[in-house]
């Protein structure tokens, strides 16, 4: 597959590509030019680590929305065995944008869930752009209540840039059905380990991202609005969504520094997503470190430490 380049990463994109036309020639003629395409090589990851040094706000949520960034389900394909999906809330119907179901991680039982976008115009139909609609969260709820009643850990991947804002999706209560899940994540007994892959968008966000363990990727976004809906409400006027980016406080660093989350997952030069295969390992040695960390609590200190962070939101020191 062609790789798909952003517009700040262009200069990357034409160094990319002569590295290939270098290779071609070499490879179609008796041309050793090894030491020109290694130099060429040792630019482009220059190159690239100096761009990606100094992205901008705008320029990190572009990241975080890639088509090729990996989504839920390459992270279950990738870093669990034996899943099983689940289906259904029970209620009303199947939410495609919501995976849900049972699996091995390192050979110990887990429930897993996530958003799940597509990559093109028919997947985006299917999972409805990655956006839950009320029986999405039902499932997922159904899913966790199921993994405590079994002793499961929870594992998320949050992946949406917001619940879907339907009228179908209000007459069947989208609101109660967020509202629910953050209420009743709160105190479930089992561990919860949050992982924000890509946009983590307001409510449609939160819904699956109470946890104990909060994680972020280095260029995922986690806010209570998209720039651009920001923008709208500000400004009234959209193209100003760079700005809004500015003033949100969307990126995980920043995030970090107001312990909004725990960790922020570093991501190969370059990003996600033209290195899948290594954020794979980070993700995985990750969430191997956080299941054995969140072994020594019990359920009642899982749910005290759980609540604590919770009422902690929003608490700042005026003398500093």
């Known amino acids: 597959m062609k790789k798909q380049y952003l517009e700040f990463e262009r200069p990357i994109a034409e160094l990319s590509n002569k590295i290939s036309e270098l290779k071609a020639v070499q490879n179609d003629s008796s041309l050793d030019i090894t030491h020109e395409i290694s130099q060429l090589q040792s630019k482009l990851d220059e190159l690239t680590k100096d761009i990606y040094s100094k992205l901008t706000p705008w320029q990190i949520v572009q990241v975080a929305r890639h088509l090729e960034r990996p989504r839920t389900l390459n992270y279950i394909e990738n870093l669990f065995d034996n899943f099983i999906e689940l289906h259904g809330d029970r209620h009303f119907a199947d939410d495609k944008s919501i995976i849900c179901g049972i699996a091995k991680f390192e050979g110990q039982s887990v429930a897993v869930l996530g958003h799940q976008k597509g990559r093109d115009t028919k997947e985006n139909l299917e999972r409805n752009f990655g956006m839950p609609k009320p029986e999405g969260y039902r499932k997922a709820l159904r899913v966790m209540k199921l993994a405590e009643k079994f002793n499961l850990p929870i594992i998320t991947f949050v992946d949406t840039n917001g619940a879907y804002p339907g009228i179908g999706a209000e007459e069947r209560n989208q609101s109660e059905a967020i509202g629910r899940n953050l209420y009743e994540m709160a105190q479930l007994k089992t561990p919860i380990v949050v992982t924000i892959i890509g946009e983590g968008g307001s409510g449609g966000a939160l819904a699956i991202a109470v946890g104990d363990q909060i994680n972020m990727l280095e260029y995922a976004i986690y806010s209570v609005i998209s ?86 939101y929003g608490k700042f020191d005026v003398t500093k």
């Open 227 to 312: 720039p651009e809906g920001c923008a709208s409400i500000l400004w009234k006027d959209s193209t100003k969504a760079s700005m809004a980016a500015e003033i949100l406080g969307i990126t995980a660093h920043k995030l970090k520094s107001l312990n909004l989350v725990d960790n922020v997952i570093n991501e190969p030069k370059g990003a996600a997503h033209f290195h899948h295969p290594e954020i794979m390992i980070k993700i995985k040695k990750t969430l191997r470190d956080n299941l054995k960390k969140l072994k020594e609590y019990s359920k009642d200190e899982l749910i005290e430490r759980r609540l604590n962070r919770i009422m902690s």
